[in-house]
């Protein structure tokens, strides 16, 4: 089916590790996106890529790092987690500006 | 700056109608999007309108813009339990990067 899809949707890791968190959209958008979803921030960017191989940082990139190699996959990995990280991460896509964001359905992690 | 503001909690009796309100503070505005989020799930696009319009009609969803107050409402009429979920107001401003700013989104709670 098409879709974006994000694998895994619940980890658990501990303080320290590295751990990548998997999307993959089946419409061959050209923007996609990383948010995390926090209690009382609602949801801010992390990253973004408006293109193959073109990422730049969004609001909060501190600690994150993403790749764009195909256009459909934009996989964020957390390089050496923190207890700060626990969040529920989304990823989205578009076709590009005014166009609707369309999500997946989320990553809860967890830092212990 | 950029901002984008919402009430945290609306409770309403199934059968009346829902109002929530969202203010926004960039009037660079392009469009302005209604997302809904159902427990475990992401972002679901549920109507968006362009900045050049007052008001959109779809089904028992009505959006209401008023640009010179910057203020956008969505009206659920006829409520159902089956809304019961969490509302976001988002806004794409022209220039940056196909930037969607979003508000901390709205819990609304249907009751019988």
């Known amino acids: 089916d098409a879709g974006i899809t994000q694998s895994p949707r619940y980890k658990i890791t501990e303080t320290g590790r590295q751990v990548t968190l998997m999307c993959h959209q089946t419409?061959?958008?050209?923007?996609m996106f990383w948010y995390r979803q926090d209690l009382g921030h609602g949801l801010r960017l992390i990253y973004y890529s408006a293109a193959a191989d073109i990422t730049d940082k969004g609001e909060v990139p501190d600690g994150y790092v993403v790749s764009r190699s195909k256009t459909e996959n934009f996989p964020l990995t957390l390089e050496s987690a923190t207890r700060s990280q626990t969040s529920v991460y989304f990823c989205?896509?578009?076709?590009?500006?005014?166009?609707?964001?369309?999500f997946g359905n989320g990553t809860r992690l967890t830092v212990t | 700056g950029e901002d984008v503001e919402q009430s945290l909690f609306l409770s309403v009796r199934e059968g009346d109608s829902s109002v929530i309100n969202c203010t926004y503070t960039d009037s660079s505005s392009t469009y302005l999007y209604w997302y809904k989020q159902e427990p475990g799930a992401g972002l679901q696009l549920l109507t968006y309108?362009?900045?050049?319009?007052d008001m959109k009609q779809d089904q028992r969803l009505t959006v209401l813009l008023n640009k010179k107050d910057k203020h956008l409402s969505l009206r659920i009429a006829d409520t159902q339990t089956g809304d019961s979920a969490i509302y976001f107001c988002a806004e794409s401003i022209i220039g940056g990067y196909n930037k969607l700013i979003f508000g901390a989104g709205t819990r609304l709670a249907v009751h019988p």
């Open positions: 419409w061959s958008h050209s923007y």
């Open positions: 989205a896509s578009n076709e590009g500006p005014n166009s609707p964001l369309h």
């Open positions: 309108i362009f900045s050049n319009m």
